[in-house]
């Protein structure tokens, strides 16, 4: 059951399912990560959308990071809730924080994950520049950023030729704060402080990681990801920016800077997509805001810049008109009046076999009804998600999702929701909620929001399946069915019907005991689990995308293998629309580029640094395909080049088939890593 709350304590009031889920001790706070589930939360981030700014009151102590832009539609920030004491938080911190939300008295906001109060410096200025730092040597011809975790600062690969670092400047978003500092949290570390020290700790690195606060135990969002042989960030941060013979591409010249965000574990601990993207919008205007004070340090309006973001999840809207997306395209849309030179690249995702996406059309429904399968695996320590997203602006009259649990579970754990707005729930987006309960204790919850007022979205959230996380109660495994019944208001032609699974794999370094789920299609035969499921199917891969890359200004990047320059079996897709006839086409948001992913069957990934100087390790995955570009944009800028030169020209003699195009776009970035290296006796493997 979920307690009634007095109507200022009502999470439900003021935000979305999400945090419903993840904030509530009832719902879904047991299970999530580490940051929320120990509490308190005095300290958190969020996004408000809309215009005006936020102010302080006399309990909540209002942060903004530095921003590139004037008057941003979305804005991030972070809070201190004074009244909260964190030595005796309240018991439902859920209705802490509708109350704080109530106190803020603005217009749309999105509850993010927590800060850790070590982390909040007692002074902040965001118009100051960062304590001790100077403006490079010589003035940077291109600005690389790179938005990562576990990123090696100290690596021997971002040295210039005199052996002093290219890192700019490099926000630690979860590290132990200064006194004073010129970020809202975290700490900021500048050339400066780079170099003296390497000077002080000389080739012991490892020390001088600890030095800066990059190694805590006593801090779980930075901990002692940078104490393992590789990490995500070494990976990416080497291809894209490095030079080393581990990369194996043509070095960078010494005026080829670097400006590097270290984001929370809890990036990647949680793939569920919840309450990352304030610390995402802030670590891109947090470098479009520090290559401007470069710029200005020369005299200059703007340099050119290419930002490499190797991250995203499965499940969002998919149509660029997300919070983030919609902040992201205001972003590189402004800049590039200014500067024309300017990137955002992004990969496309790793799940195009993993059965995470369905598409149904108006001839797809049997009865009026659309029906799947959702497969809850055995011993998944995590929360499991599902979104279904209905055509943007219809108004599902009449229409209700019903969720049936497997064979053998009580009848009564069976639940249907009405999609449309409860009248209880007052401003905020259109919503309604319902938990999904088994023997008395809750188990899911499944609600319908029309999100952002455009577009309604049905999601079920479910706890783990594991039976020992302390909890007393866990799902029950094996296939869900869901059904959509459209009651008489049935799709049109043209009109689909998406579903996301979101991720739910284990990053490796961080042991979250994910196991992902994925959707059965119900109307035909299950197929052989292979390497490419077959194209036209409800199920498909056909639409497995980066959530939060499809705004129309982002440089999507897919994977391809180098021996045979076929998509990585992998790598993202576009989503495909198949009419009655099976005619199928490729909705807008194609990979902007396909780049090199794998080097052959047989030596998957591509080679890169690890975290210390000296050592090496191979990537599998898109996010290497996407930092390969990122290196040849890059090369392109400091040439006085255009983006894409370089880059091959596809199908221009024949038009491809959909699923062709959908997989690759339009262009092919030739090898540029792994070209030169000398193979290391041994290496270790990370996905990516």
Known sequence: MFPHRHDDEQIDKYTGPYERWIFSRELGRPFAFPAIRNGPSTHITALMEGDGMLADTDDIDIRIPPLWSKHPHVTPFAMWNKAVDPDDPAE??????????????GSRYRLNMPVDPATWPATYNKDAKPTGWTRPKTKPRVIIGVIDDGLPFMHRAFRDSAGDTRITLCWLQSARADTAAAVPFGREITATQIDQLRAEHGAQEMRAYQAAQAVDRDLPEVDTVLMHHATHGAHISGIAAGNDPYVGAEDLPDDAAIIAVQLPNTIAWDTSGFGKEMMMLSAIEYIFHRARMIAQAFD????????????????????????????VQDLITQRRAVQPNTELVMPTGNNFANDMHARFASHDASDGAFSFGWHLKPDDRTSSYLEIWLPPGIDPQGWTVTVTPPPGIPEDVRQTLSISPDPELDGGDPRR???????????????????????????????PAAGNLGAGRRAPVGLWTLSIETANDPLSDGQHIDVWVQRDDDPTQLGTGGQQSFLVDLTRPAPPRVLEPPALTAVRGYGCLNGIGTAQSVF???????????????SGSASIAVDGEGTATVDANLPAATATADQGWFRPGLPSIGVLSGSGARIIGTSAAAATATRLIALNFLSGKPTRDGFEELYTKTAPAAQTLARTGHFR?????GEVLKQPRKQRFLGA
């Open 556 to 570: 999507r990047v897919a994977g391809y293998v180098q021996s045979t320059s076929k998509p990585s079996g992998y």
């Open 92 to 105: 439902n911190e859920d209705a802490e924080l509708a109350r704080c939300l109530n106190a803020l008295n």
């Open 669 to 673: 970035s030739p090898p540029v890593c």
């Open 300 to 327: 200059d309006d703007e340099i050119p810049l290419v930002i490499n973001f190797s991250y995203g999840w499965s499940a969002n809207r998919h149509d660029g008109k997300s919070s983030f997306e919609r902040a």
């Open 433 to 463: 909620f319902v938990e999904l309960e088994m023997g008395g204790k809750n188990i899911g919850q499944l609600s319908a929001d029309k999100h952002l007022g455009d577009r309604w979205r049905v999601m079920l959230a479910m706890i």
